[in-house]
């Protein structure tokens, strides 16, 4: 086109001119273009550079000038030859560059009136002529050129406001040097120091710098010397990194002498600017931003809003999205993020369809690019309001289409940032307010819920459309939410309306046979995949093209299950389609050895992940943290969250879930304790309490064997607080009235979930823990009918019982302890190995792992009875018969099987292998997961209590076998290789040691390792931070390893209430201390459980199980024994391996007698706090016992 060509070129090579001595006329300009790109095709018609675009009516109006307003444009063309007229300067010719200087589009003309065209281009021609760069530009009207008037153009700005120190000070401050001199030209110089700074990157560019450099070009006058687009482009740049600082937060009263700086420059440049040219555009957009940037942000909407209205090319608008994008910046620096929420409500029809989420489908190039930016940030500082519900509530005065759009915003805001169940809120309260959403955005908050695995939520907001809905993106949201859910029934109803309307897509085949690769039916995943792909051979590869979305699914139909065969089928499949895994691959990868427990593969998947540039994402860190959780491993759960914070992810609820697990896996009650405060008082909106989280805590009080009565008001009080329980809620609260021995109130429990799981939009299934739970609960009431019909219950359901399902069985039978039970049981074992089937061993565990819950419970029964040989026969039956292999735990059994007995031979054979296996696992190189550094104290640390229990029964062994100098060696070996001891490994020396007849030593281990870990495990349990900075119990930040030591006591994998017995024996001593030491638990209060973690902060105080750190009662008769002993005249004699004579040991009675009674008094004066206990202990015994049971029992 013709104008704007001329707008173009008048803007670039003319633009620094002050006045022009000889108007050039259009015909010129057009004949220059002519001349220096001839075509050798026919000519061009002879309208074609001059379009006619529709009439448009645009007023720019600013302060102390006069309105322009522009209506149609449409010149006729001028003789290319006059271009001369105006190129050419003391002799010196410049002509264009040889390439297209605009794009052909035809205009539309009008027959009655010309005026300037309003069709900016965003080019411009760079030229170097100091003298053509100094010229002003032209103004057009349609009776031809002129020149613009004063009252147009205001006065430029030579200098900038003055700011604190002298200019000669701040030139010096940043290294701006204008030498003096004859052969030096000030102005070229500093003309040169802004020009450097355009080739600065934004990184390093220094605003004071870059405004100090301006001040000096000002100083000496050389503005002239530099064109309007180096000018535009320095200050743009400025803006630009200007723009950053927002986020910084960078001191106000410097952004607003930045903005005050900018403000004066870009005024400057208003007599050097042709109204409605391109650069005008930019100015605008520029001025815009610098209005913002001093916190003038009415000025900075009106001249934004103002230069949508310029009919610029679509390429160019992005300027004004930039000038948008700053606004918004400016706004919730200068204000807050309602104040955007505000912002965008109000100006949402200028800004709607670049905030709408299909922005991307309705722009493209540049604009969409900054349409991007513009929503990102938009709905970054709109997520981050915290409670949107009070602020629709505090809004219901303001009209009802304002109210409306505010909710839609905040709706997708929060989806966007993956914080749905905020979203949900905000939908109910449209709801509440009578606002309507849209389908479309009824449809996405859905997406969103199964996105962040909120399927309750979803199925629930879901069941709320009308079922007969024929909407193609509500048949695809229903057949995502079944499929993520797993119910291949309704998923394939919703596939088959997609398909009969022909709208399935290849999304939608994976979401098809996603539905059966949750519950882990590979067979039929790998039936659909051939269907929709079948193998062509004549084309060496798989019709449709799968993409790597079906691949990764098929590979996650074996993960669920850990079926790593499967897993290497179809990673070759993807090998031979040539397509590269990505982070969701490697992620389904880890999660089935995850599954499985293999550290070591997981490690290795860790480590190819780096090694192809992809970077573990949250999903990845998880599974990561849920299987330390599964080891019982807490340390190592919090190194993983700390090593996820240090790569950059950004931690979210599931994650913290995950670790507040490990905790409660371990029995580390104060660390679930502390992530759920954490949780809690976080204002990180994507960080919420859900029922996952409840759950969480929930099992905490079922395995610390908190009282029913606590645990069913607990339950009530989420029904209060409107949080929906979950199958694995109902399964919890069955556990804890079983438990209690409330069997009655088990069934109902039972009954209400099965009612209620009939409504699909309840979320909620009879699920395999669940009918576990109630059959464990009968059989422990020796309800065996009862039970038995549990078990059928299973089958009639289609539920396959897993290993932990026969392993509650098998124990059952165990207790009874009959030769009747017991043969049951080895039959039952027997029936479940050679059966041809066996889905119990890759449903969940590995097969190692699952024959160890069939197994180990018949073994440990016969270990408790003595019976050897059976313990053998079952542990060979385990490893030939049924090909399972030794594990840590079945080889810790057969060793305290073989101490019962007395058969010190096999305990001494056994302990190597034990010892290594322990080590191994300790010692397991894919703990770099946890730290890379090898000096890092935790490597060594992390699993340095896989042998506590081992340990213990060996030392228990060789001390009654009087082999006292062999513990004193596996005590130091055991230091060496970097594992520390429980409590129970100390109070099994402290028994060593007496049967050694080293009582002072004894003594001297409670006095100085038992009593002051006791005091510190006290004060650090009852102490609770409400609002924890970190989740984090362990792992501080750079910790020093002194200070992991002065927290060991929290952590000790024996505080778990593991088994029913010692959950019930718990039980009852919490329950009668409940009326003393809890009284301040008012479980009928109306508030109670208002603080869903205070009870269990309670109880970990007075829980048996947790107070590790105490004598033990075996230490206690022992240390009783040795003082009575001492105080009677009698030394302590050493117990003797079998064999050995007393003969050798002849000693004095009178010598003995003076021996102890030294021995006694030193015990006094050195260990006066293990006395004192003592004493207590002694008292407490003999009112419970009197005195004659008491001198019985110890000899007084």
């Known amino acids: 086109m013709l104008e704007p060509v001329a707008a173009v070129i008048v803007n670039t090579v003319l633009c620094g001119r002050s006045q022009l001595e000889r108007p050039a006329t259009l015909q010129s300009i057009s004949r220059v273009v002519t001349n220096c790109y001839p075509n050798s095709r026919r000519a061009l018609a002879p309208d074609f550079f001059n379009p006619q675009p529709r009439r448009v009516v645009i007023r720019a109006e600013e302060k102390g000038k006069a309105r322009a307003i522009l209506l149609d444009e449409g010149l006729p063309p001028s003789p290319p030859e006059q271009a001369m007229e105006w190129s050419c300067t003391n002799g010196r010719a410049l002509f264009p560059y040889r390439r297209p200087a605009y794009k052909t589009r035809p205009l539309k003309r009008t027959s009655f009136q010309r005026s300037v065209s309003t069709t900016i281009h965003r080019q411009a021609h760079t030229h170097t002529s100091p003298r053509l760069l100094s010229r002003a530009r032209l103004s057009h009207s349609h009776n031809g050129q002129q020149r613009r008037q004063a009252s147009q153009v205001a006065e430029p700005h030579n200098s900038l406001p003055t700011t604190a120190g002298s200019s000669s000070e701040r030139f010096k401050r940043f290294d701006i040097i204008i030498p003096a001199g004859p052969g030096y030209d000030p102005k070229l110089i500093v003309a040169q120091h802004l020009r450097r700074m355009l080739d600065t990157p934004m990184q390093s560019l220094d605003i004071d710098k870059a405004l100090a450099v301006y001040e000096a070009v000002c100083r000496e006058n050389a503005l002239e010397i530099l064109s309007v687009e180096e000018l535009l482009t320095f200050l743009e740049r400025v803006l630009d990194v200007a723009d950053l600082h927002y986020g910084q937060n960078t001191d106000i009263a410097k952004l607003d002498g930045w903005g005050t700086q900018l403000l004066h420059a870009l005024r400057g440049l208003d007599s050097r600017i042709v109204m409605l040219s391109d650069y005008m555009y930019r100015q605008q957009c520029d001025l815009s931003r610098a209005y913002a940037l001093v916190g003038q942000l009415e000025k900075a909407m009106d001249i934004a809003y103002r230069t949508t209205k310029l009919l610029v090319e679509y390429e160019a608008r992005w300027r004004s999205l930039r000038a948008y994008n700053s606004i918004v910046l400016a706004t919730h620096r200068y204000f807050d993020c309602t104040r955007v929420l505000n912002l965008a409500v109000q100006h949402w029809q200028s800004l709607g369809s670049y905030l709408s989420r299909w922005s991307k489908d309705h722009h493209h190039g540049e604009p969409e690019h900054y349409a991007r930016l513009l929503r990102k940030n938009t709905f970054d500082f709109i997520s981050q309001i915290q409670h949107p519900v009070l602020l629709l509530i505090e809004m219901e005065k303001v009209n009802d289409s304002e109210r409306q759009r505010a909710g839609r915003i905040l709706i997708e805001a929060y989806c966007q940032y993956n914080i749905p169940l905020l979203a949900l809120e905000v939908f109910d309260e449209l709801k509440r307010q009578q606002l309507s959403a849209p389908l479309d955005l009824h449809l996405f908050l859905v997406q969103s819920l199964v996105k962040e695995a909120a399927i309750g939520p979803a199925k629930k907001l879901f069941a709320s459309i009308p079922s007969d809905t024929l909407y193609k993106y509500y048949l695809r949201t229903g057949l995502s939410l079944f499929a993520h859910d797993g119910d291949s029934e309704r998923a394939k109803f919703f596939w088959a309306q997609l398909e009969m309307q022909s709208w399935q897509t290849e999304v939608d085949i994976g979401m098809l046979m996603h539905s059966y690769a949750t519950k882990g039916n590979s067979d039929q995943v790998a039936k659909m995949f051939d269907e929709f792909f079948p193998q062509d051979d004549t084309l060496g590869r798989r019709r449709n093209r799968p993409k790597l979305l079906h691949y990764a699914i098929a590979l996650y139909s074996h993960a669920v299950k850990g079926d790593i065969t499967g897993l290497n089928h179809w990673l070759g499949e993807i090998s031979r389609a040539n397509l590269r895994p990505d982070v969701y691959v490697f992620t389904v990868i880890m999660q089935a050895f995850a599954k499985r427990g293999d550290l070591n593969s997981v490690s290795t998947i860790l480590t190819q992940m780096r090694e192809n540039g992809i970077p573990p994402n949250d999903a990845t860190y998880m599974n ?44 580390s009650w104060k660390g679930a304790i502390r992530v759920f405060d954490y949780i809690r008082s976080n204002p990180a909106l994507n960080i919420r309490l859900t029922i996952e989280a409840y759950n969480t805590i929930l099992k905490a009080y079922v395995l610390i064997g908190a009282p029913f009565r606590i645990t069913a008001r607990l339950f009530k009080r989420l029904e209060q607080m409107n949080v929906k329980p979950d199958s694995y809620t109902y399964a919890l609260i069955m556990q804890s009235a079983c438990d209690a021995g409330q069997l009655r109130i088990a069934r109902l429990i039972l009954k209400r979930l099965e009612k209620q799981s009939a409504d699909w939009a309840n979320n909620l299934q009879v699920t395999i823990y669940v009918l576990t739970v109630m059959m464990g609960g009968l059989l422990r009431a020796k309800k065996v009918k009862e039970a038995r019909a549990i078990y059928n219950e299973m089958l009639e359901r289609g539920i396959q019982p897993d290993s932990i399902a026969f392993s509650t069985i098998l124990h059952a039978y165990g207790n009874e302890k009959s030769e009747e039970s017991l043969k049951l049981a080895e039959e039952f074992i027997r029936g479940i190995i050679h059966a041809e089937e066996k889905p119990w061993i890759t449903s969940r565990y590995s097969k190692t792992t699952a024959l160890e819950h069939i197994y180990g419970p018949l073994i440990a029964t016969y270990a408790r009875m003595d019976r050897i040989t ?39 054979r056994l302990w190597p292998q034990i010892f290594e296996m322990g080590k191994r696992y300790a010692k397991d190189p894919a703990l770099f997961l946890i730290s890379e550094t090898p000096e890092d104290p935790t490597r060594t640390r992390l699993q340095s209590n896989i042998l506590c229990i081992p340990l213990s029964i060996y030392i228990d062994a060789l001390s009654s076998a009087g082999r006292h100098l062999q513990i004193a060696e596996v005590w130091t070996t055991f230091q060496k290789e970097g594992f520390f001891f429980d409590s129970n490994n100390w109070n099994h020396l402290i028994v060593a040691l007496v049967r050694a007849g080293e009582i002072a030593r004894a003594f001297h281990i409670v006095e100085k390792i038992i009593l002051p870990f006791q005091r510190q495990a006290l004060k650090f349990r009852a102490n609770r931070d409400p609002a924890p900075s970190s989740p984090l119990s362990f792992v501080r930040e750079e910790a020093a390893a002194q200070a992991l030591d002065d927290e060991e006591d929290a952590y000790n994998p024996q505080t778990r209430v593991a088994g029913w017995k010692l959950r019930r024996r718990n039980l009852r001593r919490s329950d009668r201390r409940l009326d003393t030491d809890l009284a301040i638990l008012d479980y009928r209060a109306t508030d109670f459980g208002s603080d869903f973690s205070a009870p269990l902060h309670f109880l970990q105080q007075i829980s048996p199980a947790w107070n590790v750190w105490q004598l033990h009662r075996v230490s206690v008769s022992a240390l009783i024994w040795s003082y009575e002993t001492l105080k009677s005249g009698r030394l302590v004699k050493p117990t003797l391996p079998s064999g050995a004579s007393n003969a050798s040991m002849s000693l004095n009675p009178d010598d003995d007698s003076e021996k102890a009674e030294v021995l006694f008094q030193t015990i006094h004066e050195q260990y006066p706090d293990a006395c004192t206990v003592l004493m207590e202990y002694r008292r407490k015994l003999k009112e419970r016992h009197g005195p004659e049971k008491y001198v019985e029992m110890f000899g007084a």
């Open 870 to 908: 059976d313990v053998e026969r079952l542990y060979q039956s385990m490893i030939e018969e049924a090909g399972g292999e030794p594990t840590l735990g079945t080889l810790t059994t057969l060793l305290d099987a073989y101490r019962r007995v007395g058969n010190i031979n096999e305990v001494e």
């Open 624 to 667: 990561l943290i849920t299987l330390l959780a599964n080891r019982r491993d807490p340390m190592g759960a919090e190194h993983v969250y700390k090593r996820a914070l240090s790569e950059g992810v950004k931690p979210n609820g599931r994650m913290l879930r995950a670790v507040m697990d490990a905790h409660v896996e371990a029995g």
